[in-house]
């Protein structure tokens, strides 16, 4: 059967056709999201330091790609806001032809994740990891927003978190009573609009306001006009970056934390895509998708882009279960931009600012963040260290030592649930009901044999306990059965520390027996050629041939 892995869904969907109902819908569904998407891209981009129209054009060039490419048949992509702390800082080190350089450079990265097929682990993040770096973005985007949301008078923002809160405080009797106004309005305006209607974001509703009212009644606050000038009605032709190798060594970090971030949040929305509709994703025709979205959002002079959970989710509950919602959305907002780029300008910054603080708090996820702090101390200590470093550092220090924390303590668990117990004390157990725990079958273990029993993965976390406690057995039997029916693999480390111990063991003149290994495990130690040390004959499928065979060797 042909694997369908690397098919979009988009392709899918053409042979399978789509009824007319459901086309209506996903058009209708589109418009929607378009509507949605308009105000965050002018905001994302202007939060990371770019022009308003780069936003649009990733929204418009990205998520058209998306779609037409994606592994989810009802993925929303483009830029978001856990971009903005990455984008910021690569404008500010690198310009924009350093960030345009990055994105493009990040799509190739994200395509090799995708070819790779490392969009099957992808997914497999800690909750703990996520929760912290996302609530970290949150507070990191709010703490950006302060300026244009009181309409401080102040020059650039310090880059710096605490740099940041002190300059606010030395400029707080600057405030715009004006602008304040009107960034309070929004967060209220966008909080409670879904009463009226659920179909139109109160975000979209408030920009019109307040443009209406700053424009007629020529209000003293800053526009986007003010800051950035006019907003052009075209995407430029595309362009190649100019690209070398030290470039490439001076962006490389930057574009891998911005393909990892992508990839992840594009796998997260996918996933929580299918939660929603019932469907299955194609992780890593995704990734490809992703990463040929960037590549195409570099060309274009675009910024990051991926799968957008807030979007994609209001596709979804508007009725869009194809990718022809996604296109839709892409070319609604390409004929608002040729069509009303002009009247975007006369935006009031503080009304962006309202709605990013909004999409701060929506991502800050607290309700969960206070949960984790019930849990595990080790989930709180991955949790809290993610947070703090994403605020205080940068997010890319975050997810790496959020990453190699989460790791060491997954090997911890899995070290403590691999077991190693001599038989008696199977033996010597019975439970509440009085029935012995070991088999039946296995009646007797004979003089001069000792009989362990490993439960669990042997590798490197675990094989260190294995080592221990096998060393330290005080008693040299003649024969030794080590049991590994439970073992469900074994890695080198493992395989290692096994030949020290059987050499250790010949030494001694005590013989080695493994009874029970799984094919996965057999193959593996026959590689090490731990079989032609050991013997094939002494490495037995159960625990009776195991038996019969120490019973032989006691014999010789």
């Known amino acids: ?16 056709g789509v009824t007319k109902k459901q086309l209506t819908k996903d058009v209708l569904s589109g418009i929607i999201v378009g509507i949605v998407a308009l105000p965050l891209a002018i ?29 989810s048949r009802v993925q929303i992509g483009g830029p978001t806001g856990a971009f903005i702390i990455i984008v910021y800082g690569v404008v500010q080190e690198h310009g924009v032809e350093g960030l345009t350089i990055a994105t493009f450079m990040a799509g190739f990265f994200i395509i090799g994740f995708g ?12 909750y703990p990891l996520i929760v912290g770096f996302t609530s970290g973005i949150a507070v990191v985007i709010f703490s950006t927003q302060i300026k244009d949301f009181f309409g401080l008078q102040m020059g650039p923002v310090p880059n710096d978190f605490v740099d940041k809160w002190i300059s606010y405080a030395h400029y707080v009797k600057t405030i715009n009573w004006v602008a304040f106004s009107i960034s309070v309005g929004t967060v209220i305006i966008g909080l409670n609009f879904y009463r009226v209607s659920k179909k139109i974001p109160g975000s979209l509703v408030a920009i019109v306001l307040s443009t209406v009212l700053v424009y007629v009644f ?71 998708a992703q990463g040929t979205a960037n590549i195409f959002s570099g060309l274009f002079g675009g910024i990051p882009a991926t799968g957008a959970i807030a979007r994609t989710a209001t596709n979804v509950k508007n009725g869009g279960r194809t990718p022809i919602s996604g296109i839709i959305h892409a070319l609604f907002l390409l004929m608002i931009m040729l069509l009303f780029a002009p009247i975007a300008k006369l935006i009031p910054l503080s009304c962006l600012a309202g709605i990013l603080v909004l999409v701060a708090y929506h991502m800050s996820e607290w309700r969960s963040f206070r949960d984790l702090l019930k849990s595990n101390r080790m989930d709180v200590l991955v949790l809290l260290t993610t947070f703090f470093l ?3 550092f940068d997010l890319i220090l975050a997810i790496q030592v959020g990453l190699i924390l989460s790791s060491f303590i997954f090997m911890k668990r899995m070290s403590e649930a691999t077991s190693i117990k ?36 042997l590798f490197f976390g ?53 009874s029970g290994a799984n094919q996965q495990v057999k193959k593996d130690l026959l590689k090490a050629d731990l079989f032609s040390d050991i013997g094939k004959e002494n490495v037995l499928d159960n625990i009776d041939d195991a038996i019969i ?4 060797l006691l014999n010789l």
């Open 1 to 16: 059967m042909k694997s369908n892995e690397f098919v979009p869904k988009f392709i899918s969907l053409i042979k399978d």
């Open 43 to 71: 905001a994302f981009a202007i939060a990371s330091g770019v022009s308003p129209e780069k936003g649009l054009i990733t929204a418009i060039i990205a998520g058209l790609v998306i779609s037409v490419l994606s592994g």
């Open 115 to 126: 070819l790779a097929r490392l969009g099957n682990y992808l997914k497999f993040i800690s």
């Open 218 to 288: 020529n209000l003293p606050v800053e526009t986007i006009e003010s800051q950035f000038g006019e907003i052009p009605n075209k995407i430029s032709m595309p362009q190649i970056p100019n690209i070398n190798f030290d470039t490439i060594q001076d962006l490389i970090g930057p574009a891998i934390a911005i393909a990892l971030l992508g990839a992840i949040e594009s796998l997260l929305s996918a996933v929580v895509a299918d939660g929603m509709t019932g469907g299955k994703h194609r992780s890593n025709m995704e990734l490809i």
């Open 390 to 392: 994403t605020i205080f």
């Open 422 to 457: 001599n038989a008696k004390e199977f033996f010597a157990y019975a439970d509440n009901k009085g029935e012995k725990v070991f088999e039946e079958e296995l009646v007797y273990i004979p003089r001069n044999v000792m009989l362990y029993e490993i439960n669990g993965p």
């Open 462 to 514: 675990a094989s260190q306990k294995f080592k221990d406690f096998l060393t330290d057995s005080k008693q040299l039997p003649k024969v030794l059965i080590i049991r590994m029916r439970h073992v469900p693999f074994i890695d080198a480390t493992g395989i290692n520390f096994l030949k020290e111990f059987y050499e250790r063991m010949a030494f001694m003149g005590t013989r080695l027996i493994i």
């Open 549 to 552: 065979r120490a019973e032989e």
